[in-house]
T-cell receptor
Framework: EAQVTQNPRYLITVTGKKLTVTCSQNMNHEYMSWYRQDPGLGLRQIYYSMNVEVTDKGDVPEGYKVSRKEKRNFPLILESPSPNQTSLYFC?????????????FGNGTRLTVT | SQQGEEDPQALSIQEGENATMNCSYKTSINNLQWYRQNSGRGLVHLILIRSNEREKHSGRLRVTLDTSKKSSSLLITASRAADTASYFCATHTGANSKLTFGKGITLSVRP
């Protein structure tokens, strides 16, 4: 089944403790992206990747890192999480964003930083 | 920056009625897409309309696009309780740019 898989689904951590949220897609998509969703703010893009080893900042990249060493994986890294990073995070992929094709979303990771 | 903005923010209707949701945007687009999100879950793509198209249908969904007014509407006909969800419009601009989402519309369909 074609899908985007995020792990974990829920994560509670403390300020400053490094964490990684994994994202994997099995559709051979070139484009992958991370969003965060907050009440009243909608979805905001954190980082995106057009292909392997090509990443770029979205609208709210501060406090986050990503890597794209393989086509299928696009982990989101919080080196030193803070409470304002408490949010619902989504990974998404697309064949190529320049094509007229939709984004495929993972089921989300709900992160709480205390 | 917010490109697409949906209207209304919330909509409550009776089962069987039609639901109309609007999206306005600011700059030229390549395409506009509508997504649905059930509570706390990932977004699911509903329909994509290209900038050179004016109307598209998919089952009970009808989307229109008016590039002169920079607006789009999503019509769900004969709504069902299962249509209760948040709906987002997203605009794709530029050759390789990102997809920018609006803040969403909360639709409640009462049985």
């Amino acid at each position: 089944e074609a899908q985007v898989t995020q792990n974990p689904r829920y994560l509670i951590t403390v300020t400053g403790k490094k964490l990684t949220v994994t994202c994997s897609q099995n559709m051979n998509h070139e484009y992958m992206s991370w969003y965060r969703q907050d009440p009243g703010l909608g979805l905001r893009q954190i980082y995106y990747s057009m292909n392997v080893e090509v990443t770029d900042k979205g609208d709210v990249p501060e406090g986050y890192k990503v890597s794209r060493k393989e086509k299928r994986n696009f982990p989101l890294i919080l080196e030193s999480p803070s409470p304002n990073q408490t949010s619902l995070y989504f990974c998404a992929s697309n064949k190529q964003l320049s094509y007229n094709s939709p984004l495929h979303f993972g089921n989300g990771t709900r992160l709480t930083v205390t | 920056s917010q490109q697409g903005e949906e209207d209304p923010q919330a909509l409550s209707i009776q089962e069987g009625e039609n639901a109309t949701m609007n999206c306005s945007y600011k700059t030229s687009i390549n395409n506009l897409q509508w997504y649905r999100q059930n509570s706390g879950r990932g977004l699911v793509h509903l329909i994509l309309i290209r900038s050179n198209e004016r109307e598209k249908h998919s089952g009970r969904l009808r989307v229109t696009l008016d590039t002169s007014k920079k607006s789009s509407s999503l019509l769900i006909t004969a709504s069902r309780a299962a249509d209760t969800a948040s709906y987002f419009c997203a605009t794709h601009t530029g050759a390789n740019s990102k997809l920018t989402f609006g803040k969403g519309i909360t639709l409640s369909v009462r049985p």
